[in-house]
């Protein structure tokens, strides 16, 4: 059962969509597949991965996904984040990747470009079969984050990014299961991603 501050976000989530209908921008950017109302994966948008390789939201479905918005100079938020979920990868079974996944998406792709993500991924060593590294061009990547409820902007301080926290868990089909703005429930986020990883494997 979703808690309070789950559903008023999947009531704005669906909110958010029904104006990209409305205005008739989801039309020209939805995939072609069916997807739930309420999934993330109706978005047409290509993202590029660290590796060069181009690919859309839906290309991810078939598993439960937990993601994320970061970027790559990040001091502060972003690291705790990261540590977040290699505590959680420490505490699945071994073959987890193969049922689930992780998604990065940077918020500055900017700076963050394929090369970047890739230094990114060899500085902090994330497996490729557990972790996928994204960019997009700045409209869909705004787009992307007012859909997963993260605002950011430039910092007045030191030309960074000043961002919200959020880790987003979809099942197979892109809805959104579970959100998490703090790293205060820990119990709570795995037990979610161990229930959507064996739900995965039926």
């Known amino acids: 059962m979703k808690s309070e501050p789950e559903k008023k976000f999947a009531n704005k989530f669906r909110a958010c969509f029904g104006i990209l209908l409305a205005t008739g921008f989801l039309s020209a950017h939805a995939a072609p597949q069916t997807f739930p109302d ?21 290309d991810l479905q078939g598993k439960p996904r937990l993601f994320t918005m970061f ?4 001091q502060t938020a972003c690291p705790m984040v990261l540590a977040r979920l290699k505590l959680l990868e420490s505490k699945l079974p071994s073959d987890w990747e193969q049922r689930a996944g992780f998604v990065l998406v940077t918020m500055d792709p900017g700076r963050d470009d394929s090369g970047g993500l ?11 079969d557990r972790y996928t590294l994204l960019r997009g061009n700045p409209e869909d990547t705004r787009e992307l984050a007012m859909l997963l409820g993260i605002a950011y902007g430039p910092s007045k301080k030191n030309g960074g990014i000043e961002h919200t926290v959020a880790m987003i868990l979809l099942d197979r089909k892109g809805r959104i299961i579970r959100r998490d703005e703090s790293l205060e429930d820990e119990e709570g986020q795995l037990k979610a991603l161990q229930s959507a990883i064996t739900d995965a494997g039926h």
């Open 38 to 58: 309420s999934s993330l994966y109706q978005l047409r948008s290509t993202w590029i991965t660290d590796a060069g390789q181009k690919l859309r939201l839906a």
């Open 118 to 128: 890739a230094a990114y991924r060899k500085q902090t060593d994330l497996r490729t």
């Open 71 to 74: 970027f790559g100079s990040c």
